[in-house]
């Protein structure tokens, strides 16, 4: 039987600003990264989604981003590998001691935005998280987000990583992702058809049709999306007509 998690970033509203369907979407994942404060999120908003996740027993991780929220944390910075690793581990520790407090601990670790792209471009800024993230808690699950990042973290014996792969946007051919600046609706049956795809082959459709290779344990469903709920819902469906089981990331590695 095919195992798979469905992770979701989440807790990115702040102030008077609300992003996400986080309430609608938490009953239909395992895993959600909630943004740490820097790109988004803010100290109310980081209890209140470390609290809904702990109703629906959903596993907590950390999306850290770069300080900069106005440009939600996707715009390019110029900073060292040991400014990147701080940068981590501050937003580990704020999310840890919510987490503390609803009984409950950050089980994984999902860089957001230019800070991921920083780290599949740069080695030496990804080995700088991944030592930050194992002198915090070497039980932690590092959620690699292409392929660049998850080869770097089988250099580390001690670390967990899961490669994650997407259903809700599309492949190019390099298995890099057409990220759209405002996701587009996508026909429902064509998000479950790449969830089943990836979920059972590990292989998935690119924009050209051409059949690529993506060994993803965890699907990442964009909450803040036009059709989420709808997309998860039909996931949901699937999992029972296929006889996928979803499981949380401590169950895959």
């Known amino acids: 039987m095919a195992r798979i998690d469905i ?5 990115e509203s702040f102030g008077n600003y609300t992003m996400g ?3 609608e979407v938490m009953p239909y994942i395992t895993s959600a990264n909630i943004a740490g404060g820097f790109h988004a999120g803010d100290p109310h908003v980081m209890r209140e989604t470390v609290e809904l996740a702990a109703e629906h027993d959903v596993g ?7 300080p900069d929220m106005m440009g939600f944390g996707r715009r390019t910075m110029d900073a060292t590998p ?8 501050y937003q580990l520790g704020a999310l840890d001691a919510f987490a503390a407090r609803h009984g409950t601990s950050v089980q ?4 957001h935005g230019a800070m991921y792209s920083m780290l599949s471009q ?5 080995r700088a998280v991944m030592e930050g993230i194992l002198e915090v808690d070497p039980d932690l699950i ?3 987000t292409d392929m660049h990042i998850y080869e770097v973290a089988q250099e580390f014996d001690d670390l967990r990583a ?4 997407y259903v809700d946007i599309l492949y190019r051919e390099d298995r890099s992702l057409i990220v759209e600046k405002q996701m587009e609706p996508k026909p429902p049956e064509e998000v479950v058809e790449r969830f089943v795809s990836i979920a059972t082959e590990g292989t998935v459709e690119t924009a050209t049709g051409e059949t690529i290779e993506v060994p993803a344990e965890s699907i990442c469903v964009h909450g803040d999306g036009p059709n989420a709920v709808e997309y998860l819902e039909a996931i949901h469906e699937a999992v029972d007509e296929y006889g996928i089981e979803l499981v949380g990331l401590d169950d895959l590695v």
């Open 7 to 11: 992770n979701c970033d989440m807790g």
């Open 21 to 23: 369907r986080d309430g």
């Open 60 to 66: 907590v991780g950390v999306h850290p981003g770069l």
């Open 82 to 89: 040991e400014e990147v690793r701080d940068y981590v581990v």
């Open 108 to 111: 994984h670790v999902k860089p």
């Open 122 to 126: 740069s080695e030496d800024h990804a």
């Open 142 to 144: 590092y959620l690699a």
């Open 162 to 165: 899961v490669f994650e792969g």
